[in-house]
C-alpha cells in the first residue's frame, strides 16, 4: 500500500525559507517520478515541481521558478522541496505525489507564509 507523508510546513515571514519532506512507502521509490503539488484555499490543487526517477530531469511551474528546488534521497525514501524565498501566494497545502499518474497523495502539510 503507498504511503505519502508530508513534514515541514508551518507559518513563516515572507522572504524566509522552508523545506518540506515526504517519507514514502509501499512502492519502490528509487523507480518512480515524483512530485510536488499545493492547493491554496478556494482554489485547484496545481502542479508544483517533479523529479524523474534518476534525479536528473526537473520541471516546476512558472511561479516557483528559482525559488524552490526538488530533491530526493532513494536511501532514504525520502522527496524534498526546498522553498527559498517564499511569497504570499506560496501560502497552500502541499502534497507530494507519486508518478507516473500522480493520482496518489499524502495528507499534506500546511505552509503559510504571512507578515
Known amino acids: 500500500q503507498v504511503q505519502l507523508v508530508e513534514s515541514g510546513g508551518g507559518l513563516v515571514l515572507p522572504g524566509t525559507s522552508l523545506r518540506l519532506s515526504c517519507e514514502a512507502s509501499?512502492?519502490?521509490?528509487?523507480?518512480?517520478?515524483l512530485g510536488w503539488y499545493r492547493q491554496a484555499p478556494g482554489k485547484q490543487r496545481e502542479f508544483v515541481a517533479t523529479?524523474?526517477?534518476?534525479?536528473?530531469?526537473?520541471y516546476f511551474v512558472k511561479s516557483v521558478k528559482g525559488r524552490f528546488t526538488i530533491s530526493r534521497d532513494d536511501a532514504k525514501n525520502t522527496l524534498y522541496l526546498q522553498m527559498n524565498d517564499l511569497k504570499p501566494e506560496d501560502t497552500a497545502v502541499y502534497y507530494c505525489?507519486?508518478?507516473?499518474?500522480?493520482?496518489?497523495w499524502g495528507q499534506g502539510t500546511q505552509v503559510t507564509v504571512s507578515s
Open positions: 509501499g512502492f519502490t521509490f528509487s523507480s518512480y517520478a
Open positions: 523529479i524523474d526517477q534518476h534525479g536528473l530531469s526537473y
Open positions: 505525489s507519486k508518478g507516473p499518474n500522480f493520482d496518489t
